[in-house]
């Protein structure tokens, strides 16, 4: 089993980070196109703009776990559980480096 460190955790949540700006930055261009002026395409824009936004909502919880990590990594406190205060198990986050919660912590949130 290979560990995420924070030196190699660091690069690739900063890539992560500059991705899901990037999504959201299409996204809110995508919301900000205008609507079509006949009422039926008007209809299928606007139940397409509820997506976006779900989807623009879930980006930015996205962008806040990532810059949450981030900070976690420069206070020295990345890998350590913030709930329970042990160690994330490195395969956690070798597949989610942003968690905050060790395994444990995270199935009570359920």
């Known amino acids: 089993m290979t560990s995420l460190s924070p030196d190699t955790a660091k690069p690739r949540l900063e890539t992560q980070l500059a991705e899901?700006?990037?999504?959201?930055?299409?996204?809110a261009r995508d919301l900000a196109e205008p609507l079509n002026?006949?009422?039926?395409?008007?209809a299928v824009e606007m139940e397409?703009?509820?997506?976006?936004?779900?989807?623009?909502?879930?980006?930015?919880r996205e962008i806040t776990s990532v810059k949450r990590a981030l900070a976690r990594i420069d206070e020295g406190e990345y890998g350590i559980?913030?709930?329970?205060?042990g160690d994330i198990n490195p395969a956690r986050l070798?597949?989610?480096?942003e968690a905050a919660l060790c395994i444990a912590c995270a199935s009570k949130e359920g």
């Open 20 to 27: 899901l700006e990037a999504r959201k930055a299409h996204i």
């Open 81 to 85: 559980c913030v709930r329970c205060g």
């Open 37 to 42: 002026a006949d009422s039926s395409e008007q």
């Open 48 to 60: 397409d703009d509820e997506s976006l936004e779900a989807q623009a909502l879930l980006v930015t």
């Open 94 to 97: 070798d597949a989610r480096p």
